[in-house]
């Protein structure tokens, strides 16, 4: 006990001594443990520092390049359709005016009528068989 009165007593002479290295400790502290934050503009509930806000950035740019992507496959996309419809427009436009279309488009039209014939056959046929066998029970 009397060790720590003479603690007491140097510290209460010399408290600027004590005070103010301990305070400036503190300071530091706070300073170097304070870490800048900011909320996550990806997800309002969290706070991120500048690594996190750096990495944040890189993936939804890699979201946004992706998302490019696909809008550049679909605008391809739609542009092949509008090109082949073209080409089947003016195919069936040279075989309704009677000049010669070229015989790959010739062949392709002829298969894919008769394809169509042979499935509307099926489905009739389906339905007079369905309707005889009605009439029979």
């Known amino acids: 006990m009397e060790t720590l009165k003479k603690v007491w007593k140097w510290v209460e002479h010399n408290r600027f001594t004590v005070v103010c290295p301990v305070t400036a400790a503190i300071l ?12 996550s503009p990806m997800d309002a509930a969290a706070m991120v520092n500048a690594r996190e806000l750096s990495v944040e950035y890189q ?11 696909r809008f550049e496959a679909a605008g391809q996309d739609l542009t092949e359709q509008a090109e082949a419809n073209v080409r089947f427009t ?12 070229s015989w790959p488009g010739l062949a392709q039209l002829l298969v894919g009528g008769g394809l169509l014939g042979v499935v509307g056959d099926n489905i009739r046929k389906n339905g007079v068989i369905g309707g005889l066998k009605k009439a029979q029970s």
Request: hydrophobic share 50%; charged share 10%; aromatic share 6%.
């Open 28 to 39: 530091w502290l706070g300073a170097a443990g304070c870490t800048p934050v900011t909320q």
């Open 59 to 69: 993936r939804w740019l890699a979201q946004q390049k992706v998302m490019e992507a």
């Open 90 to 101: 003016e195919a069936l436009l040279s075989l309704a005016s009677g000049s010669v279309a």
